[in-house]
């Protein structure tokens, strides 16, 4: 998947690691010839379980406009339940992708117009030896394996690279075994 310009927004929780799982990413797409690479963090208030979201904008030029996204090509939700919460595909663009962590099978969710990629990202961490609520790593490897955008041994160096001495190993595991139990549906 090569773009000249793509904007990714990342909705978590505090402390699931959406901000981490998108540096590793921002790092990745640099070190893949993407010089233009913005990582814009939100915070509501700042506290553990509070919704949060980043914005992370590539591209292969320059990039001067560091506003939070609002016409995303690329949604990836680390915690389903902020579906019911909040409008988090508020401007994803026709024909856009949704990454979602959650434990429903894809004929769970509708949403036309849509690339849709769901796994239970949570559980399989949880295999992968990560302690339960630890989803950023895994969250990649979906990430991965629905666009496709990037190289995915890369990723996972990256992901060795930012969890060095903090169960590097598993993570990487995490988003292996993600990558492998993501089911994608087309638009």
Not at 14 to 39: D, L, R
Not at 100 to 108: F, G
Not at 153 to 180: H, M, P, V
């Amino acid at each position: 998947m090569e773009h000249e310009h793509l904007e990714i927004r990342w909705h978590g929780r505090g402390g699931q690691g959406a901000i981490t799982a998108a540096k590793i990413v921002a790092k990745a797409t640099f070190e893949s010839g993407y010089p233009g690479v913005a990582m814009v963090p939100t915070f509501g208030t700042e506290r553990r379980g509070a919704p949060v979201f980043t914005s992370l904008k590539v591209s292969k030029t320059k990039i001067y406009d560091l506003s939070p996204i609002s016409r995303p090509d690329i949604i990836v939700v680390l915690d389903h339940l902020l579906l019911e919460e909040t409008d988090i595909l508020h401007g994803l663009k026709p024909g856009g992708i949704l990454v979602i962590n959650t434990p429903k099978p894809l004929e769970a969710y509708n949403f036309d117009g849509t690339r849709l990629a769901v796994a239970d990202v949570t559980a399989v961490s949880c295999r992968a030896g990560l302690p339960e609520g630890m989803v950023n790593a895994g969250i990649i490897g979906s990430f991965a394996r629905a666009t496709d955008f990037l190289d995915f041994a890369l990723l996972i160096r990256n992901i060795e690279e930012e969890f060095q001495g903090r169960r590097a190993s598993e993570n990487a595991q995490a988003a292996r075994l993600c990558y492998e139990n993501t089911t994608v549906m087309g638009y």
